[in-house]
């Protein structure tokens, strides 16, 4: 097992990874003295795989344990589910000292984070995320939100996790698909922040396919170890430094927008082609080798991630791109790689002939 420490004052905690965890998780959590009555929010699914082996554990280390189910998709982010759950919570909670485990992937996080911190002004909250996206990315930071109709996470805070528990067995069941879409993550992170990871991500890409244990474990780790360095020196994402870990978010968020969220991109497979064309504008604006930008292009393909757009409208891309919520005054923001493994340029103002005609590149119609 690998210990992880987020240096965040009094809001510190631990990141645990390893193999197994979830059926020996009662004495992680009991020692961080939260309660002992447990509110799992989850989903079917999960408790339907992975439900018997937290509940025993808990039971074990003499915790109570109520599950609650959200629905199965990105729906669950909603105000209504919301609502909901803390009205479920509040009927169970009868003098009860309670705490709330987060027990799926980055929804179940988002939206059992969020309840956390407005139940009763705020319960401790655990994260036990179970898609590599989850464990290498949105369980670690504690950015916590529910979508409006308008747009994703608009309605959220920071509320930091106590302790983050990836246990990498359970990527035993995540369909292949999410495995690649959770390592585009770390192709990022390995860009933006660490040659290592890229160079061990190119020699390793097919054992991750496979979920070989002590890849899976080593990548989750050190994409853990990344992630808290840019959240300590950043936590509320005010600074500028946490930026950089929206490198491929600009293009790839236009790519969800245009696609409507629907199932023909996931965000793994956005971001990656976002990445390609980021580091295309850097070349472009002669920040980066072309060399770096082929190499990132081929690790890409290796890991049978997309680096071209099919069957999408290029104005509709180019429209949702400029709609970006982070662009200030109408100026577009990319994160523009310099090297692999350096800190990237966060670059305002890009001459809009040079995004259009990359972007123009990346589209293959029929
Ligand atoms: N808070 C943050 O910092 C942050 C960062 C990135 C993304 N996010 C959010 O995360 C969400 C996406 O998260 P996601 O990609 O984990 O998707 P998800 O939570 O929807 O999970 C994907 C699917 O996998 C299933 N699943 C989960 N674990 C499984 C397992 N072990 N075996 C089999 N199936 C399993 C889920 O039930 C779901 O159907 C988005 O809402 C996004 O906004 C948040
Ligand atoms: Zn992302």
């Keep these: ?45 999960i408790v339907n795989l992975y439900g018997n082996d937290l509940k025993q554990a808990l039971k074990e280390s003499g915790f109570s344990i109520h599950f609650e189910l959200v629905p199965d998709s990105e729906k669950a982010k909603s105000s209504e589910v919301l609502i909901d759950i803390l009205n479920r919570i509040s009927l169970y909670d009868r003098r009860k000292a309670l705490f709330i ?111 070989e244990e002590d890849a899976l474990q080593h990548v989750v780790a050190r994409s853990g170890e990344i992630k808290a360095h840019f959240v300590e020196k950043d936590p509320f994402d005010k600074t500028g430094i946490r930026t950089v870990l929206n490198y491929g978010h600009t293009m790839g968020h236009a790519i969800e927008t245009a696609s409507g969220y629907s199932d023909k991109y996931s965000h793994g497979e956005a971001i990656a082609i ?11 604006l002669k920040l980066l080798d072309d060399r770096d930008a082929e190499r990132l292009e081929n690790l890409i393909k290796d890991i049978g991630l997309p680096t071209d757009i099919k069957d999408l409208d290029f104005g509709k891309i180019y429209e949702s791109h400029l709609r970006d919520k982070k662009f200030i005054h109408g100026r577009n923001r990319f994160i523009l790689p310099v090297k692999i493994g350096s800190m990237p340029k966060v670059f305002e103002d890009v001459p809009e002939k040079i995004v259009r005609d990359v972007l123009r590149q990346r589209i293959r119609y029929g």
């Design 274 to 284: 976002g990445m390609v064309i980021a580091s295309e504008i850097s070349v472009r």
């Design 1 to 45: 097992m690998k210990k992880i420490r987020v240096h965040l004052k009094e809001n510190s905690y631990e990141l645990l990874v390893g193999r197994g965890l979830l059926k020996n998780c009662g004495p992680f959590i009991k020692s961080l003295n939260l309660g002992r009555d447990s509110v799992v929010i989850t989903n079917r699914r």
């Design 101 to 211: 485990a987060a027990f799926g992937g980055g929804v179940v996080g988002d939206v059992a984070g969020f309840s956390a911190c407005v139940y009763k002004r705020g319960v401790p909250y655990i994260q036990i995320p179970t898609t590599l996206l989850a464990q290498v990315d949105s369980s670690i930071g504690g950015k916590v939100a529910i979508d409006l109709a308008a747009a994703k996470n608009m309605v959220g805070t920071f509320y930091q996790p106590k302790l983050v528990l990836s246990d990498i067995s359970l990527l035993n069941s995540l369909p292949k698909r999410q495995i690649r879409s959770g390592l585009a993550e770390v192709v990022k992170y390995g860009v933006i922040k660490d040659i290592r990871l890229f160079e061990y991500l190119e020699s390793n890409f097919d054992s991750l396919l496979e979920l």
